[in-house]
């Protein structure tokens, strides 16, 4: 008959097990329903409080993150409209999928599992993806109006309510899953293809040229021949894809396209702001009332609900010490994932490069979209870049533990 302690220590480890489980389909859920995600977050959460892990990882980015989120209060608080502002205040709790990730994504077979969902559950979408890009473009055919064209203004979806939030899931899960092939497989390229092939079909930019940094930070680590064979699809598809493509970027070329010409004038509205509101911002959600008083034109013709560029929003609406906390965050990040690529390990070498490539390709959207606001991409963003720390944290433990 068991002690109270050995079954005290079974049960620990079931619900260690559950909470892993819970963890990786709260990640990908958020390729499916931010609603789904966010109840898998808060029943992870309990199950973590309920188990409380002994040693409890805590990655090295959370000092900065808890700089930045306290300076976010202080923005807040100096707000001409404190109450307008509680929206991203109550997104703080999004980045528990971190920790999650960093306590029980910790070893290589849960990570392998982890990647290897994300990966079906992004070719699903993708596959998907294709479908209502061919229902929008036969649509638009008929109609040639703007409103209508699926490389403008009625862009595929997948799952997700947005365009830029379908991309921006899309762009992590292929930046992360191109490194991490050598340890689930190659046979899972084929879905990954699928992947890449549906970040063309969203014909937004900004998540082309986010996948284009991230694929090429990854490229000094990832083996020239792997790197080539995921290649081979995407040029083939954008080959024939090339009318499209070209219609596409016609649009800009005309200089009549709002969301084109609107941000640049949100950057240079932004600008005057924190040269007006240096320190803390004009305050949390006040970007759409403060925008109008610095620009002149006709805003009517594109989106200023917020800035089109993750730093600009953040300095111009929190200020900028909450933008120098923001800087320190990826400084540390970065910082910390380059470390762990020169690491013994092949897992977690290759899950930091995974996470490299997923942050550059994410920040380097995020220079065109405010996508650090957006709770499906970043809850995925904050599970991803995470994955490394629990990985480091566990092959310190067990180091040392050997005689």
Known sequence: MRSRRELWIHIVSVLSAATY??????????????????????????????????????????????????????????????????APIRKFVLVAIGLLAA??????????TAYRLLIAIASVEA????????????????????????????????????????????????????????????RWMIPLSFVGVALIFSYTRSAWIGAGAGFLMMAPWVPKKLLVSILIPIVIVALLATPLIYHRYTLSAQGQFGPDYGRAALLKAGLQMVEEHP??????????????????????????????????????????LCFAAFLWLLAVLFHSLFRFTKASDQTLRLTAISALAALTGFLVMGLFEYNFGDSEPFMLFMFLISIPFGIDAAIRRQKQSLP
Request: hydrophobic content about 50%; glycine content about 8%.
């Open 21 to 86: 489980i819970v963890t990786i389909f709260c990640a990908a859920a958020t390729l499916v329903s931010i609603a789904a995600a966010q109840i898998l977050l808060g029943v992870g959460c309990l199950m973590l409080f309920v188990i409380r892990p002994r040693p409890f990882c805590v990655p090295a980015y959370v000092l900065p993150l808890i700089v930045f989120l306290q300076t976010t209060l202080i923005s807040l608080a100096m707000s001409p409209e404190p109450l307008r502002g509680w």
């Open 103 to 112: 306590n029980f994504v910790n070893d290589a077979a849960r990570a392998k």
């Open 127 to 186: 596959m998907t993806s294709f479908v209502q890009f061919a229902l929008k473009e036969r649509h638009f055919l008929s109609t040639g109006a703007l409103r209508d064209d699926p490389m403008a203004l009625d862009r595929v979806k997948g799952f997700m309510g947005h365009w830029m939030t379908f991309s921006g899931g899309q762009l992590l899960v292929w930046c992360a899953a191109i490194p991490v092939l050598v340890l689930i497989g190659r």
């Open 279 to 320: 320190w803390f911002g004009v305050g949390l959600e006040r970007i759409p009332i403060e925008f109008p008083h610095y620009y002149p034109g006709d805003s009517s013709q594109f989106y200023f609900g917020h800035m089109q560029n993750d730093f600009m929003q953040i300095a111009a609406e929190r200020g900028l």
